[in-house]
């Protein structure tokens, strides 16, 4: 028996919430019954088509009232989803085809599930031999029941970022996203009466379709969602939708609340109502201070209480929360000693003037235990950085690859995170970097995020557009390059002066040198799927 479905079943009986979707110019509200409803008809178009448990099948669509009910489809058929990467307009075609057709591949899909506005990648698709069924047809077909789930069912097969070339799925079962569902909800107080979730993320990646689509479909939530486009286009719609919904849960990475507090910067006073939103989750990447603090100044003539801004930590690994703020926390920041967390890599307390800031991410969720441990994985007390290992029930068992499945957690039950971290005293976590990312500079440990974050600070560079790639790795002394983008690309003086200002803002606030500054364009720097640094793809910017 699977709680997860059981649940879901149980919400679309009784529950008269549902999702809202077409804002700002066509809302139409969808009760979590009548997604069921469609659900049903979907899922007896899989039935013929041979869909059964243990299979998989791939999405491709992009609007919430098609996703649901196919994601539920296929529960119902006890298969297991995989949300395929989206093309941009930017996409080339072709080569997006062969990356996908590498996925269906890994993954063993039975079909892929087109739904608007992808329907033109029909033929593409056909073209590679990969079957395709729409979302139209397979809402025509006659309804069937849901078979009966288990537990150990893979439910989700998440692709990790930047999936393409050689990608890796992680697999949650339903039993992951029963406990780690209900571990969110138990920590930010989900009052699933009162609460309405405001929502922008894209669904193929973790946070927007396991947060924001499957734990209020399961729950009886009410979430109105629109399209990263919708957001990207007008981010002040955001803000609108917490006001005229009176939304009081949302979640995005740290780049969005930036653009965010700019809009509310420029708006006139009385332009939104935010008094009613009280948990806003910063995940999804790493989250700056200053960003924080800068929206809630900016919020403030709104109505927006500081203590809602929550920054996380989370990982598909282990479904979707590793860590949150309880409610009314707010950003807690641990001041340490910048020489002594480079040298000696423990995060000792400084009242200093050059503390670093580092942002906690809250407790770990209930039922995972987390430790800190060194390169012989003996583990480490408090306040010492090491690598971050987690175990518990919403843990992935495994990943699917192209060279088929791999464990995720070791004999013990502990899967790696591949972060740099450490605990405070009172269990707060704190996420310095990847490990694969750290630059070693003179028997320094330099976190790239610092880095970053510094070169962010000079006027010009585009917020959420600077990356710090590492050089001679492996080497006595490795050095590092960054890039950062900007609008003013065609002012040969500008570009100067950004250069140079950028040089001055890393070597004051992290006390190293870049070997190069490149200054490039709006678009230039590799990101993920999900809007995450790709900084091995940024190399080749850098040479």
Not at 34 to 47: E, M, N
Not at 197 to 208: E, R, V
Not at 356 to 374: A, I, P, Q
Request: proline residues 7%; aromatic residues 4%.
């Amino acid at each position: 028996m699977s709680r997860f479905t059981d649940e879901m079943y149980e919400t679309a009986a009784s529950s008269d919430a549902g999702i809202v979707i077409g804002e700002p110019e066509h809302p139409a509200r969808h009760p979590w019954g009548r997604i069921h409803v469609v659900a049903r008809h979907v899922a007896g178009g899989l039935a013929a088509a041979g869909v059964g448990p243990g299979d998989s099948v791939a999405v491709l669509a992009g609007l919430p009232v098609d996703i649901a009910p196919v994601c539920q489809a296929i529960w119902m058929r006890r298969a297991a989803v995989t949300m395929l990467h989206q093309p941009t307009p930017r996409t080339d075609l072709e080569t997006w085809a062969r990356d996908t057709e590498v996925v269906v591949r890994m993954i063993g899909a039975h079909a892929v599930v087109l739904g608007s506005p992808f329907e033109a990648a029909a033929q593409v698709l056909a073209a590679h031999g990969i079957p395709v069924v729409t979302v139209g047809e397979l809402r025509g077909a006659h309804p069937v029941d849901a078979l009966d789930a288990l537990e150990s069912d893979v439910a989700l097969q998440q692709l990790t970022s930047g999936s393409t070339g050689s990608p890796k799925a992680v697999r949650i079962t339903h039993a992951n996203f029963h406990t780690n569902a209900y571990a969110m909800l138990d920590r930010i107080k989900f009052d699933v009466d009162s609460d309405v979730m405001i929502s922008w993320l894209p669904l193929f990646h973790d946070m927007g379709m396991v947060g924001f689509l499957t734990v209020p479909m399961q729950l009886g939530a009410e979430i109105v969602s629109v399209t990263p486009l919708d957001f990207l286009r007008t981010p002040m719609l955001w803000a609108e939708l917490m006001d005229r919904y009176r939304g009081t849960i949302s979640a995005a990475p740290n780049f969005a609340y930036s653009m965010l507090a700019r809009r509310l910067e420029q708006a006139p006073d009385g332009a939104v109502d935010l008094s009613s939103v009280r948990c806003l989750l910063n995940g999804a990447e790493p989250v700056d201070a200053d960003t924080v603090l800068t929206l809630a100044a900016a919020g403030e003539r709104f109505g927006l209480d500081p203590a809602a801004l929550a920054p996380t930590y989370g990982m598909a690994e282990v479904t979707l929360a590793v860590s949150l703020p309880s409610p009314g926390q707010g950003m807690v920041l641990d001041p340490v000693d910048p020489d002594l967390l480079a040298a000696m890599h423990r995060a000792v307390p400084s009242t200093r003037s050059n503390a670093r800031r580092m942002v906690t991410l809250g407790k770990l969720v209930s039922d995972l235990e987390g430790r800190v441990v060194d390169e012989d994985r003996n583990e480490l007390p408090a306040r010492c950085v090491g690598v971050l290992e987690v175990r518990g029930p919403s843990v992935t068992p495994g990943y699917l690859t192209t060279e088929g499945p791999r464990p995720a957690q070791d004999a013990d039950g502990w899967l790696d995170t591949g972060d740099v971290g450490y605990f405070t005293e009172d269990g707060l976590v704190v996420v310095c970097g990847r490990i694969k990312d750290v630059i070693i500079m003179g028997g320094r440990n330099v976190y790239p995020t610092d880095i970053e974050r510094a070169a962010l600070t000079v006027r010009g560079v585009r917020p959420g557009n600077a990356v710090a790639v590492r050089l001679d790795a492996g080497q006595k002394r490795e050095s590092f390059a960054v890039a950062v983008e900007t609008n003013a690309i065609d002012d040969p003086a500008e570009v100067h002066r950004i250069e140079r200002e950028v040089v001055h803002a890393v070597v004051s606030e992290v006390g190293v040198r870049p070997r190069t500054v490149a200054v490039l364009g709006p678009g230039s720097i590799p990101k993920t799927s999900s809007g995450k640094l790709r900084r091995t793809h940024s190399a080749s910017l850098l040479s």
